[in-house]
Each structure stands twice: as structure tokens, then as C-alpha cells.
């Protein structure tokens, strides 16, 4: 199996034909051509204000089109934006008429979401491939949030240093943004770019676009960006980026002064270099944890700034933060283990980017040796893809190390991927992947291998899937929670958007959508089985939502089943069903949130769940978050009855001070923890943060409760760039 993963390295790594991506234009109506920039001779000031003659030298954009709730509609604002670039950034400015009391803006704390409030966003792609990207926002008081862009997936736990100010006026806003060369990767003979212009108004819910390829995937998909030209003289100055920290922290009573160092070194404008010592994790925000309604392990994503640097370059075979069984390398093994929880990680190094047509990702890292904590291990990933055209991609990955051992657990496996458009204006994505981990025995089974196929249309979307997870597929940097089984998958919707009629003064949709998965044993024997049918689901026009739906399962217990305390379920085939209704309510008002109640069978015991989400945002200052699960499982005498319950409280004092709490609690687990932070953040290149993490177990009541995890930490951030 190591001959097999050396010839694959090798042949990833030899020189290649640097192929370029081809890009055909769009035939969609409200495709924009190339765009050529001019360079700014005088920098722009970034404080939200328009100087005179400030843009004189950007090229003027105002031909914005509706792409939601009616592809083609003229916006209910118009908007003007602005483009310029000169040898250190990108500008992008945009003046927004819209009167004051229509504007959604109730976030002022740096590093919020602002999917729900109004805001001006790019979507920027450095390699021009439509494949992958960086996405900005900016809300109306000036709070910024980014992410990756990767196909028609969003990251949005990655962020970056750049610079945005916004301001208003007596007919709308305004916001100036400079986007430093030295946070992108891009190759610097490239003089085309692709890049989407966005402004999200919440109250009548509208999109609008700049530039469309094609009216049924995201507006803000790679896929839609358009060419911008003449991009040239391009520099990220010494490419080093340096980013101290210092934490003071008390765990367990034991205090401990923390230094850390990130340093990152562009090797080349596209592939970014990255040395980290003595890494740090004190004081990340902890996870949100819903109550387990299934018999497997639940999924985490990560947080960690480490990790999210560049992680769309690792993503494999399609598989994500939404489908990860067989997932082969999930960046949470790395720094925490089952016996001894948080692990230090002494040093990594990371190398990630693109030379010509192929991806890079290389990342490994000497951590404590879980359940030996004075002993370390080395944990390594590689992960490489190449562009063959501009529709068929092939890549490799292999991983390395085990933290729960001193023995090596070896990974690898090949991937392949597909995506077109179909019919002028439909987008089809396949994958097809394989893995094996290190086996023990000639006999075991230690493969895993899948294939899915996606049409992630507006109209007509379907998603199909097959996956064989092998019973000795155990990936030690990987994840899985149900192995030794065949799942099948198959997802469709057909969603109408009325154009005219009564029905479009009301509706922004309406669909039909159906479910259906399947789980066998890698025998072919039925292990699970489970339909649903949504026959009503609709979108109003203040884009508040309803939907109906039936799930009948079939389940064979091939072990009890014990999720909660009292009601064990017996070995033994089961068929059940229930009736779901869910709604959510308009998000630009105030009050907002999101119900669902379900009525059936579980097993053999009759449920009954209610579930809540409830948003209060009285103003820019003060955000509430309520939310409240509870289940009733009865069977005959027999009662089991569970809730969770979690609540965020997030204070703004002003746009560099704010306070952010999280307190959670449930009867599965019998545990509450509180996660508050001061945060104090006054430019983007500098951070400051105090936290308290508690966690208590409340088995034997809360007068008697135990404390699991107890941890004070100060933190201090900076970063540095040359």
C-alpha cells in the first residue's frame, strides 16, 4: 500500500502542462462580460465617506438586477458601486439609496453573523476557475463577515484581515472596503479575476446581483462570478505575516502563561507557507450541542483559526460539515483526545495553495499522545487535487499518525470530481471517491469508497448518493460513525416561483420535495430504511416559511437501544411514523424564530416533540437567543421526557467592546456549562479577550453537581505583516 501512495505523490508532484481553466460565457441573459479596472493613482480613504473625486478613478457599476424573490426584476433600491485596485489592494465601494427606517441593522459586534440583516458583499475568485473563492460582507453599521466560497458550499468559521467602514446618509448608506493582496492567494501572471457584487436588503426580502450565469444555483456560488481584467503590478510585499499570542490561563486551579506564534510565508503568491508553535486554543467559543436522537457519534465543526486556514484545500469526494461519514481526514482528531480531552500541540507546519492547475495541501503536526500527555506523536495530512479541464478533477489524499497510539495508522485514497452545466442553464456536480485505512488482518475489510451526484438547481434540485463504509474502516484522523454498511440517498424538490397571478403577490415559492435513505449491512441485508414527504412547503414574500411533512421509518435493532434513561428499545424490527409541522418567521422583524412540533411513533413508544428557536434583536446593542428542545417518548407506562434548552446573550457596548455569553443545558448528558466572553477588538490586526468555560454534571442534581471543566483564559492577538 506505500508503493501505491508513493507513485500517486509522485505523479501529483511532477511537472505539469499548466492547463488553464477555459470559461465559456454565459448565454444567461443577465451575464455580465469582462470588466477591465483601472489602478488607482491616489489611495482611497477607508472611512465610509465619499471624498470628492475619491473614485473618480473606479469603474462605475449600477446595472444591479433582482435574482430573488424574481430573477430579472429591477431592485426596490437602486445602488451604485465602485471597483479599483492598486498594487497592495482591492476597493470596492457601493452607495445604497434606501430611506433610513427600511434599513435591517441590528449587529454591532465584529465577528456576528449578518446573514439576517441588510448588507454589501463580494464574492471574489483569484484563480478565475469558478470554482472556489473568499467571500466579503458588510452590514450598514459596519460589521464584517467573511468565508470561503467552495463550489456551492459556504465556510463561514474562516476569517481574514482586511478593512471596511460604512456611513449613512438622508437616502441610504454608504461602505468603502480595501481587501489587502497579502490576505488573498493568487498567481500573479493571472491578470483576470472573477468577481460578484451583492447587496441583501431584509425588508421586502430581496437579492440582488450584479452578475448572473444562470438563474438556479446560489447568486453568491463561485460558478457566478464574472472576469475582471487588467489586474497587473500585483504585490504582497515580503509575503511574511507574523501573529503573536499570549494567554494567561487557570485550569483546575494551575495557572499557566501561554505563548504562541502563527507565522505564515508565501512561497509564491498562491501558496502560503505556515509554521505554528506552541498553538493555543484557550478561549475558543465551545459548540453549540443539540440532544442525540441517533444511536452514532455526533459532528463537531471546527473553529480553530489554525485549521480553517485554507481548509476548503483538504475538502475530499464532496464530503462536508453536512454528510461526513467516511469523512478522511476531520481536523478536530488533531489537538483533542478521548482520555485526556485537550491536548497541546507543541509545533505544525502547513503548506497550502496552488501551482498552476493543482492544489496543495500538506499539513502535520507533533501533539501530546493522548492518554500519555509527556509522550508525543506526529499527526500528517497531504492532500492533492489537480484540474484536468475545465470539468474533470482528479486528486489523491493520504494521512498519518494516531494520537491514541505510538503505532502509525495510515490512510489513503483517491478522488474524482465533475461539475458542468446541463440543459444551458442547470449546474450538475458528481464525485466519485475511495479510501483505505491501514488493516491488521488479510482479512479485513478497510475500504470505503462512494459516489453522489447533485443538481443544486432552484427548479428542480436532486441530490443522490451511494456509499459502502467497510466494517474495519477505522481512519485515525478521519471520521466515521456507522461503518460496515451500504447507504443510499436520494433527494429531489420541484419549486415554482409565481411570476404573476395571486398567487405571486404572496408567495416567493412553492415546492414539493421528497426524501428517501436506505442502510444496508455490506452483506445486502436491510438494516434502516426512511421516506419523507414535504407535500406543502412554501416562502412568503417577507420570506417567513411553512412546510408539512410525513416521515415513515424501518429500522432493524440488531442490539438495545437505550437512547435515553427509562425506555430501552428490544432487538428486533421496528416500522414507525409521524407528522412534522415547521414554520420561521420574518428575520427583519425584532421578534423572529423558527417552530416545529412532531406527533407519531418512535420505535414502539408514541413521541410527541416540540422544538423553538427565538430571536430578539431590540436593537444594534442587545441579541437574545432562545432555544428550547423537548421530547415525550411514552410506552405504556413508561415515560421518558428530555429537553434542552441554550441561550446566547450577546451585548454590544460599542463597536470595539462587546460581551457574548453562552449557556447550555440538557437531561441526556445531565449537563450545563457556561461559555461567556469580553471581547475588545479596535483594529483588525489586534484582538483581546477574556473568558470563562464552566461545565457541570448534574447526574445527581445541582446541589450536588460536579464541575467537569473549569478554565479562565486572557488572551492577547496580534498580527503583523511585511
Request: net charge negative.
Amino acid at each position: 500500500m506505500k508503493k501505491q501512495l508513493g507513485s500517486l505523490l509522485v505523479s501529483f508532484l511532477l511537472p505539469q502542462s499548466g492547463m488553464a481553466v477555459a470559461q465559456q460565457q454565459s448565454p444567461y441573459p443577465f451575464a455580465r462580460g469582462a470588466l477591465a479596472l483601472k489602478k488607482m493613482t491616489t489611495a482611497p480613504q477607508i472611512d465610509g465617506v465619499f471624498s470628492a473625486h475619491e473614485w473618480d478613478e473606479a469603474v462605475k457599476i449600477s446595472d444591479f438586477v433582482l435574482f430573488r424573490p424574481t430573477v430579472g426584476d429591477k431592485p426596490k433600491y437602486p445602488l451604485t458601486a465602485y471597483l479599483s485596485y492598486d498594487d497592495n489592494f482591492l476597493y470596492v465601494a457601493a452607495e445604497i439609496f434606501q430611506p433610513q427606517d427600511t434599513i435591517t441593522d441590528r449587529v454591532l459586534t465584529q465577528g456576528s453573523s449578518i446573514w439576517n440583516e441588510d448588507y454589501f458583499g463580494i464574492t471574489l475568485d483569484t484563480n478565475f476557475d469558478k470554482r472556489d473563492g473568499y467571500l466579503f460582507h458588510v452590514s450598514p453599521s459596519g460589521v464584517k463577515e467573511d468565508g470561503l466560497v467552495n463550489g456551492t458550499d459556504y465556510i463561514a468559521q474562516w476569517s481574514t484581515l482586511w478593512y471596511a467602514k460604512t456611513s449613512r446618509f438622508a437616502d441610504g448608506w454608504r461602505v468603502e472596503m480595501a481587501i489587502p493582496m497579502q490576505s488573498l492567494s493568487f498567481d500573479p501572471a493571472l491578470d483576470t479575476w472573477g468577481i460578484q457584487l451583492r447587496h441583501k436588503l431584509s425588508a421586502p426580502y430581496q437579492q440582488v446581483y450584479w452578475n448572473l450565469n444562470d438563474g438556479e444555483t446560489y447568486g453568491w456560488a463561485a460558478g457566478q462570478v464574472a472576469p475582471i481584467t487588467q489586474l497587473t503590478g500585483l504585490k504582497q510585499g515580503l509575503g511574511v505575516e507574523l501573529k503573536p499570542g499570549l494567554a494567561l490561563s487557570k485550569t483546575a486551579g494551575e495557572h499557566a502563561w501561554t505563548p504562541s506564534l502563527d507565522a505564515f510565508y508565501k512561497l509564491t503568491p498562491n501558496l502560503t507557507g505556515v509554521v505554528t508553535l506552541n498553538t493555543d486554543f484557550s478561549g475558543t467559543e465551545v459548540d453549540e450541542v443539540n440532544m442525540n436522537l441517533t444511536r452514532f457519534q455526533q459532528y463537531y465543526s471546527e473553529k480553530r483559526d489554525f485549521f480553517l486556514q485554507d481548509s476548503q484545500v483538504f475538502s475530499f469526494g464532496g464530503l462536508n460539515d453536512y454528510d461526513q461519514n467516511g469523512m478522511p481526514f476531520y481536523s478536530r482528531r488533531i489537538g483533542q483526545g478521548a482520555i485526556s480531552g485537550v491536548l497541546d500541540i507543541n509545533w505544525g507546519t502547513k503548506l497550502a495553495g496552488q501551482i498552476g492547475d493543482t492544489r496543495i495541501g500538506v499539513l502535520s503536526v507533533n501533539q501530546a499522545q493522548d492518554g500519555a500527555i509527556d509522550d508525543s506523536t506526529q499527526l500528517s495530512v497531504v492532500r492533492l487535487s489537480h484540474q484536468l479541464n475545465s470539468t474533470h478533477q482528479l486528486g489523491m489524499i493520504a494521512t498519518q499518525g494516531n494520537a491514541q497510539n505510538s503505532g502509525d495508522s495510515l490512510l489513503w485514497g483517491i478522488d474524482y470530481r465533475y461539475e458542468d452545466a446541463i440543459f444551458t442553464d442547470q449546474r450538475l456536480e458528481a464525485y466519485a471517491w475511495y479510501q483505505e485505512t491501514q488493516s491488521q488482518h488479510a482479512s479485513d475489510d478497510t475500504k470505503a469508497y462512494g459516489g453522489q451526484m447533485f443538481l443544486p438547481n432552484d427548479a428542480v434540485y436532486m441530490r443522490a448518493k451511494y456509499r459502502y463504509i467497510g466494517a474495519d474502516y477505522r481512519p485515525a484522523l478521519g471520521f466515521v460513525n456507522r461503518r460496515g454498511i451500504q447507504y443510499y440517498e436520494l433527494v429531489n424538490h420541484f419549486r415554482h416561483r409565481p411570476k404573476q397571478g395571486p398567487l405571486a403577490d404572496y408567495l416567493n415559492y412553492f415546492q414539493f420535495t421528497t426524501f428517501f435513505w436506505q442502510t444496508d449491512d455490506t452483506d445486502n441485508h436491510r438494516l434502516s430504511q426512511e421516506y419523507r414527504v414535504r407535500p406543502l412547503q412554501f416562502e412568503f414574500k417577507d420570506s417567513s416559511w411553512l412546510y408539512v411533512q410525513h416521515e415513515t421509518r424501518k429500522e432493524q435493532l440488531k442490539t438495545p437501544y437505550k437512547m435515553g434513561k427509562n425506555i430501552t428499545f428490544a432487538e428486533q424490527d421496528f416500522t414507525f411514523s409521524k407528522w412534522k409541522m415547521a414554520l420561521g418567521t420574518d428575520s427583519s422583524k425584532p421578534l423572529f424564530g423558527e417552530m416545529r412540533i412532531a406527533s407519531g411513533d418512535f420505535y414502539d413508544s408514541e413521541v410527541k416533540e416540540f422544538e423553538f428557536d427565538l430571536n430578539y434583536k431590540p436593537n444594534k446593542f442587545i441579541s437574545l437567543a432562545l432555544s428550547r428542545q423537548l421530547y415525550h417518548y411514552q410506552r405504556q407506562i413508561e415515560k421518558e421526557q428530555m429537553y434542552g434548552t441554550r441561550l446566547r446573550v450577546n451585548v454590544a457596548f460599542n463597536p470595539d467592546w462587546s460581551w457574548q455569553t453562552l449557556l447550555q443545558h440538557n437531561t441526556q448528558s445531565d449537563s450545563l456549562s457556561v461559555f461567556s466572553r469580553l471581547r475588545y477588538q479596535s483594529r483588525p490586526d489586534e484582538l483581546y479577550q477574556l473568558s470563562f468555560n464552566r461545565g457541570f454534571d448534574l447526574s445527581e442534581g445541582w446541589h450536588e453537581r460536579l464541575t467537569q471543566f473549569n478554565e479562565t483564559a486572557l488572551k492577547l492577538n496580534y498580527t503583523f505583516r511585511w
